[in-house]
Each structure stands twice: as structure tokens, then as C-alpha cells.
């Protein structure tokens, strides 16, 4: 048994694996959990994060509007599956070179501390990485954005390591970023990063096709006695287009550029109506995880063909055993 280090969540969504079921992840059954017009100005709602907070959940929602502009909005709910997703996007104080919106895209959020701290794509003359940190999900302050652009799917992990706090992220180019690969990096203090290392690659050929295009990383890293989890996005170029699927991948725990195991075969794909039809088909996109470290019980948040919002389930030890049984 591989044990997550953290708190236990007894109370978070979770529903038992369908009998005959033999898919590491499974769906919620009352999927997708958060419609299009989730919000009276919402055209989509997708790609979002949230954290257990005080006797629920917050998070941080990417709600595109009717106009299509993309920007983040705060969250409550008190079960983690019925939410109340404000109207009006989050405002940063902070530095006002650093505030100005272009757009915001893809949040994730990460408890270290007291603090949650909200990762984004962030415009600014091009996709970098906005970060923010709230303690009440009221009052939002932005600190510089961690890269140069052109920079997306910023992670933090949810503690220091060896002193350092760590980020994930996929550096690219000016356009749709059609290649990519994982990188981590430190900073003493959340505003100056460097030592960046390469994590892992896209993998050429036919040995996992549908991670061939680009990767990234979704939810916040888990931490285990065995490594951090991983669960992260794959992307393969077909006739019609980029296809988003879900992956697993080991981190070494105190070096966490070092990848100790990935699994060849993916652990999600799009293949329910609402993943594969929407305003951009066939994306299944993990943003956030929950987790219970008494039962090992793991719900992942996830964006479903830019549309929707869908949960999964799925176990520490479903995730080991498709690295077992699978690996790269
Ligand atoms: C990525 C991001 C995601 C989106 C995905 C599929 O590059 O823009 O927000 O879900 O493309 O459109």
C-alpha cells in the first residue's frame, strides 16, 4: 500500500468504483458536475481548481463569457459537487504593472501554508505564469509572474523542498503550442525563479501515442511515501485536431525533476458525450485534485471539451498499479 502524506478529507466526494469496472479512474455518475451556464455570463466552464476550505471547498473557476473573453472567478461549495461560482472575475490588488488583465486561463490552486496560491496563464505580451495568494478567496494579491513568456500550466508543488518552493510548468512558444515538455522550478521566495530542469518529455513514435504532441501538468502534485503523483495532460496531433487525454507519472520526493515511474497508457480519455463534443472536442483536461490520505481516495477535477466541468475518482493505489502494469 503507498500512502498519501496529508490530511484526510473524509468527507469529500467519492463514490465506489462500479462493479466490473477494471479503468483505474472512473467517472462521477451525475458527470459533469458544473454546466456551461454555470454563471448568468458564462458561455463555458472548465479547467478549474479547487482545495478543501473551512467546512467545504473553494476553488478557482476559468468561466469564459458569452463575449468569449477568458478570466478566473472564485468558488464555494459545501460538498465539493454543487457550486456557487461568483459573476464577477477575481480582482488582484498588487503591483499595477503586474495586474493589468489580458486574459486568464486554466487556474490552479495550492495550499502551502496559511496561504492559497492561484496559478494561471496569464497574458501579459504573450501566455506566461500568473501567481496570486488568498486566504479567504475574498481578497486576491498578485505577485510577478514567475516566467518570461511564453510559458503555460503553471504547478505548484504544496510544500518546499529542501528549502525551495517548486513549480511545474510547459514552456512554448508564441503560437497553440504545438510541442512541449515539463519543467521544474525554484524560487526562494515565490518572486525569482531559476534552476530550472527538465522533467520529461513527450514520447515520439508509437510507444504512447497520445502523449506524442505536448504534456503538461494538471493537478498539484500529490505526495506520497513513494514519490509525488503526478497527473497530468497528453496531447496528440490527429487529421482532426489535438486529442487530451490524462497521464500518470512518479516524482522523486526530494528531487522532483527526476521521474521514477509513467504509465504508457492513459488514465482518462475523452470518451463520454460531454468530453468529446463541446466548443473544442475531444479535451479532457485535469486541473485539481482531492484527496483523503486516510482511504487513499483521490477526485480529479477536470475540464471536459472546453465546455463543462467533470470529477473522477480514482485511488493512490489504482494510480501505482497502472505505472506497474504500464510503464514507459
Ligand atoms: C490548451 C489550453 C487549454 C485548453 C486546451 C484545448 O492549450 O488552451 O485551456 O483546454 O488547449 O483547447
Not at 173 to 201: A, I, N, Y
Not at 219 to 224: D, F, G, L, N, S
Not at 264 to 274: D, K, M, T, V
Request: charged share 20%; net charge negative; aromatic share 12%.
Amino acid at each position: 500500500m503507498t500512502k498519501i502524506i496529508g490530511q484526510a478529507n473524509p468527507n469529500m466526494p467519492w463514490q465506489d468504483k462500479p462493479e466490473g469496472y477494471t479503468e483505474a479512474v472512473w467517472r462521477y455518475s451525475n458527470n459533469p458536475i458544473i454546466q456551461r451556464n454555470a454563471t448568468p455570463i458564462s458561455n463555458s466552464v472548465f479547467n478549474s481548481a479547487v482545495v478543501p476550505f473551512e467546512d467545504g471547498y473553494a476553488g478557482v473557476f476559468r468561466c469564459d463569457s458569452k463575449s468569449i473573453s477568458m478570466d478566473i472567478f472564485a468558488g464555494r461549495s459545501k460538498n465539493g459537487i454543487d457550486w456557487e461560482i461568483d459573476s464577477t472575475p477575481i480582482v488582484f490588488e498588487g503591483d499595477p504593472e503586474v495586474t493589468v488583465r489580458e486574459y486568464r486561463y486554466d487556474p490552479r490552486v495550492c495550499k502551502i501554508d496559511d496561504r492559497y496560491y492561484i496559478t494561471w496563464c496569464n497574458g501579459a505580451h504573450g501566455p506566461t505564469i500568473g501567481v496570486a495568494w488568498t486566504k479567504d478567496f475574498k481578497t486576491f494579491h498578485q505577485l510577478e509572474n514567475a516566467f518570461l513568456p511564453y510559458n503555460r500550466n503553471g504547478v505548484l508543488f504544496p510544500r518546499k523542498i529542501n528549502g525551495m518552493y517548486m513549480m511545474l510548468s510547459r514552456p512554448s512558444d508564441t503560437g497553440h503550442t504545438p510541442f512541449g515538455d515539463v519543467f521544474c522550478s525554484q524560487s526562494p521566495d515565490l518572486t525569482f525563479w531559476g534552476k530550472h530542469r527538465w522533467v520529461m518529455e513527450t514520447v515520439p513514435g508509437d510507444d504512447s501515442a497520445w502523449q506524442s504532441k505536448k504534456i503538461g501538468p494538471g493537478a498539484v502534485p500529490i505526495e506520497t511515501d513513494e514519490g509525488w503523483l503526478m497527473i497530468y495532460h497528453g496531447v496528440i496531433n490527429t487529421c482532426n485536431g489535438f486529442v487530451y487525454r490524462m497521464g500518470v507519472a512518479l516524482l522523486d520526493l526530494d528531487e522532483p525533476w527526476k521521474v521514477k515511474a509513467r504509465s504508457r497508457n492513459y488514465i482518462l480519455a475523452p470518451q463520454e458525450l460531454y468530453e468529446c463534443v463541446g466548443d473544442v472536442p475531444n479535451v479532457t483536461f485535469p486541473c485539481a485534485a482531492l484527496t483523503d490520505a486516510e482511504t487513499g481516495r483521490i477526485a480529479i477535477y477536470y475540464g471536459c471539451a472546453d465546455t463543462v466541468t467533470g470529477l473522477a475518482f480514482t485511488t493512490v493505489d489504482e494510480l501505482m498499479r497502472v505505472m506497474r502494469e504500464f510503464p514507459l
